[in-house]
Nanobody, 121 residues
Framework: EVQLVESGGGLVQPGGSLRLSCAAA????????IGWFRQAPGKDREGVSC???????FYADSVKGRFAMSSDNAKNMVYLQMNSLEPEDTAVYYC???????????????WGQGIQVTVSS
C-alpha cells in the first residue's frame, strides 16, 4: 500500500524558512514521480515542485529560486526546503506520487494528508 505522510509545517514570519518532509512507504522512488502541491483557501491545488527518475526537480515560477526539492532514497524521504517565505505561500502543502512527472494534480494517484504552512507576522 502506498502511503505518504507530510511533516514540518507550521507558522513562520515573512522571510523565514521551513523544511517540509514527506515519508513514503509501499513503493520505490524509481517507480513513481513525486510532486509537492499546495492549496490555499478558495484556490485550486497547484503544483510547486516535482521530480522523477527521468528528470527534475522542476519548480513552479512562483517558487523558483526560493524552494528546493530533494530526496533521500535510502530513507524513502522527500523534502521541500522553503526559503524567503511570503504570505502568499500560505497554504496546505501535499506530497503526491504518480506515474508521470508534472504539475497537474490529476497526474498523481497517491496523496498525503497535507500539512498547514502559514506565513504571517
Amino acid at each position: 500500500e502506498v502511503q505518504l505522510v507530510e511533516s514540518g509545517g507550521g507558522l513562520v514570519q515573512p522571510g523565514g524558512s521551513l523544511r517540509l518532509s514527506c515519508a513514503a512507504a509501499g513503493f520505490s522512488f524509481d517507480d513513481y514521480a513525486i510532486g509537492w502541491f499546495r492549496q490555499a483557501p478558495g484556490k485550486d491545488r497547484e503544483g510547486v515542485s516535482c521530480v522523477s527518475s527521468s528528470g527534475g526537480p522542476f519548480y513552479a515560477d512562483s517558487v523558483k529560486g526560493r524552494f528546493a526539492m530533494s530526496s533521500d532514497n535510502a530513507k524513502n524521504m522527500v523534502y521541500l526546503q522553503m526559503n524567503s517565505l511570503e504570505p502568499e505561500d500560505t497554504a496546505v502543502y501535499y506530497c503526491a506520487a504518480g506515474d508521470e512527472v508534472g504539475f497537474l494534480p490529476d497526474m498523481y494517484a497517491y496523496w498525503g494528508q497535507g500539512i498547514q504552512v502559514t506565513v504571517s507576522s
